[in-house]
């Protein structure tokens, strides 16, 4: 993607093409709503003259153009945004074009009369198609839509701005403190190459956490044999992070306050004073409030790292997050194996919406990590391992209702194709999802409401499946 690299802090860039005056302007109101920066070009036209001069991150075409055709102008703007998602929007549907259209990498393929709910819906996988393709960029603000994680996001902006104001990022074990910091990292400083240098407080010996943050001369310690830089140095101009912070010992806090404080520092064995010209970021588990009280933290310490203090909530108090959380995931972690990213079935995504989670997004990627590694590599469908803690997985049903008889095709009324498309593919969710209308619309990637307007539309469907 071009623009999020532009510019990290902007909404992500999208171009709709569309001469239907009415229309274009619900487009653009509902790609502000879901945190887009819209475009629109009434011609085809004006749509080149647009990309010629400007990045976008996402595409919704019209097929029907005063001056041309959509289909015709989708090959050149695949090709020069190659990892953009592209939506065809047209009231004259042609399945053919289709067909083509989506071997030749279109995102979606939408009929009008488009609803509200199905742009909004379409918005959703495509920002989550931006994350996949760019998962350092601005848009891991989508990881988090819950209205919890929106406020954390204007925090982390916000704090982006005061490059010289200390954050301490608090919150339980696994909630992703690192990534929040990696985050206020991009709103700090942009596209530059400053350095991110991460330091994980209780995983280094008490003897070595000088050494390591602030470096050594040669002979300051036994086996000292050479020169060694600190990860203060290291960081230079850039972001240190202290993970953990709560773990560092009383002795070494009074080190640690002079470098916040001073924002200075002096490598072991050395009489050379160093200035500090990044930000600090730190994180913790603990209360430090508490810490304080206990006698194990320093008060003086805990002022100057409380400046800005961020709290990153835990998973269960925004499981609407989990959806994209887990299919990013799952993306990192076939990847990771080598792997064909296999599909989450709606019931077990579900099961997982339910779940406590104690262990937050660790828990989460464990789990699907153990349920990949048990799946074979030619399954479409994820086996999600049921083990969670020795709940199961997916909550039974007291009773199966009955399968519902399959519908034929209206014979009053003629279908296009893809209608006649439509048509099969809610039927076969209805059918799997035993009459379920919220099953049958997470199958079939719409809202409960959505379906069940399409329903009203072929009462026969609406029948079988005993709704």
Same mark, same amino acid.
Request: neutral net charge; contains cysteine; charged residues 25%.
């Given at each position: 993607?071009?623009?999020?690299?532009?510019?990290?802090?902007?909404?992500?860039?999208?171009?709709?093409?569309?001469?239907?005056?009415?229309?274009?302007?619900?487009v653009a109101g509902v790609v502000r709503d879901t945190g887009g920066e819209p475009l629109v070009c009434h011609s085809l036209?004006?749509?080149?003259?647009?990309?010629?001069?400007?990045?976008?991150?996402?595409?919704?075409?019209?097929?029907?153009?005063?001056?041309?055709?959509g289909y015709d102008f989708h090959a050149q703007v695949s090709r020069r945004y190659p990892d953009a998602p592209i939506v065809?929007?047209?009231?004259?549907?042609?399945?053919?074009?289709a067909i083509t259209l989506t071997r030749n990498g279109l995102f979606d393929y939408l009929t009008k009369p488009v609803s509200?709910?199905?742009?909004?819906?379409?918005?959703?996988?495509?920002?989550?198609?931006?994350?996949?393709?760019?998962?350092?960029?601005?848009?891991?603000?989508?990881?988090?839509?819950?209205?919890?994680?929106?406020?954390?996001?204007?925090?982390?902006?916000?704090?982006?701005?005061?490059?010289?104001?200390?954050?301490?990022?608090?919150?339980?074990?696994?909630?992703?403190?690192?990534?929040?910091?990696?985050?206020?990292?991009?709103?700090?400083?942009?596209?530059?190459?400053?350095?991110?240098?991460?330091?994980?407080?209780?995983?280094?010996?008490?003897?070595?956490?000088?050494?390591?943050?602030?470096?050594?001369?040669?002979?300051?310690?036994?086996?000292?044999?050479?020169?060694?830089?600190?990860?203060?140095?290291?960081?230079?101009?850039?972001?240190?992070?202290?993970?953990?912070?709560?773990?560092?010992?009383?002795?070494?806090?009074?080190?640690?306050?002079?470098?916040?404080?001073?924002?200075?520092?002096?490598?072991?064995?050395?009489?050379?004073?160093?200035?500090?010209?990044?930000?600090?970021?730190?994180?913790?588990?603990?209360?430090?409030?508490?810490?304080?009280?206990?006698?194990?933290?320093?008060?003086?310490?805990?002022?100057?790292?409380?400046?800005?203090?961020?709290?990153?909530?835990?998973?269960?108090?925004? &499981?609407?997050?989990?959806?994209?959380?887990?299919?990013?995931?799952?993306?990192?972690?076939?990847?990771?194996?080598?792997?064909?990213?296999?599909?989450?079935?709606?019931?077990?995504?579900?099961?997982?919406? &339910?779940?406590?989670?104690?262990?937050?997004?660790?828990?989460?990627?464990?789990?699907?990590?153990?349920?990949?590694?048990?799946?074979?590599?030619?399954?479409?469908?994820?086996?999600?391992?049921?083990?969670?803690?020795?709940?199961?997985?997916?909550?039974?049903?007291?009773?199966?209702?009955?399968?519902?008889?399959?519908?034929?095709?209206?014979?009053?009324?003629?279908?296009?194709?893809?209608?006649?498309?439509?048509?099969?593919?809610?039927?076969?969710?209805?059918?799997?999802?035993?009459?379920?209308?919220?099953?049958?619309?997470?199958?079939?990637?719409?809202?409960?409401?959505?379906?069940?307007?399409?329903?009203?539309?072929?009462?026969?469907?609406?029948?079988?499946?005993?709704?």
């Amino acid at each position: 993607m071009q623009s999020t690299e532009t510019n990290k802090n902007a909404p992500f860039q999208c171009l709709v093409v569309e001469d239907d005056l009415a229309f274009s302007s619900m487009v653009a109101g509902v790609v502000r709503d879901t945190g887009g920066e819209p475009l629109v070009c009434h011609s085809l036209a004006a749509a080149r003259e647009a990309v010629a001069q400007k990045a976008f991150d996402l595409v919704l075409l019209d097929n029907h153009l005063p001056d041309g055709k959509g289909y015709d102008f989708h090959a050149q703007v695949s090709r020069r945004y190659p990892d953009a998602p592209i939506v065809m929007i047209t009231g004259l549907p042609d399945l053919g074009e289709a067909i083509t259209l989506t071997r030749n990498g279109l995102f979606d393929y939408l009929t009008k009369p488009v609803s509200i709910e199905a742009l909004e819906d379409c918005l959703r996988r495509a920002r989550l198609r931006l994350v996949q393709n760019n998962p350092t960029s601005d848009n891991l603000a989508w990881v988090g839509d819950s209205a919890a994680m929106h406020e954390v996001m204007q925090q982390l902006r916000q704090a982006g701005r005061h490059r010289e104001a200390t954050v301490l990022l608090t919150g339980e074990t696994g909630t992703g403190k690192d990534l929040m910091a990696r985050v206020l990292h991009q709103f700090t400083f942009g596209d530059t190459k400053a350095p991110f240098i991460g330091l994980n407080c209780a995983a280094i010996p008490g003897e070595m956490f000088e050494a390591e943050l602030f470096g050594a001369e040669r002979g300051a310690y036994t086996g000292a044999d050479k020169r060694r830089q600190g990860l203060a140095a290291a960081a230079q101009g850039g972001t240190l992070f202290l993970d953990e912070i709560g773990e560092v010992s009383l002795a070494l806090q009074s080190k640690l306050l002079r470098l916040l404080e001073a924002r200075e520092f002096r490598p072991l064995g050395s009489t050379e004073v160093q200035s500090f010209t990044g930000r600090f970021v730190a994180a913790t588990n603990k209360s430090l409030d508490d810490e304080v009280k206990a006698g194990r933290f320093r008060e003086d310490l805990l002022y100057r790292l409380n400046v800005l203090t961020i709290e990153v909530p835990p998973l269960r108090k925004r &499981s609407e997050d989990i959806p994209g959380l887990a299919e990013l995931l799952l993306k990192q972690i076939s990847e990771k194996y080598g792997r064909t990213k296999p599909m989450l079935k709606p019931e077990e995504l579900a099961a997982l919406q &339910s779940h406590a989670f104690p262990g937050n997004v660790r828990e989460l990627r464990n789990i699907l990590e153990r349920s990949l590694l048990k799946t074979p590599e030619d399954s479409r469908w994820l086996q999600l391992d049921g083990h969670w803690k020795g709940s199961p997985a997916v909550p039974q049903p007291a009773s199966k209702p009955a399968a519902p008889q399959a519908a034929t095709l209206p014979s009053n009324r003629d279908l296009n194709p893809l209608e006649e498309q439509e048509y099969r593919m809610i039927e076969e969710a209805l059918r799997e999802a035993k009459g379920g209308i919220r099953r049958a619309a997470a199958k079939l990637g719409l809202s409960p409401q959505s379906l069940l307007r399409r329903l009203e539309k072929w009462p026969e469907l609406r029948n079988s499946a005993g709704v």
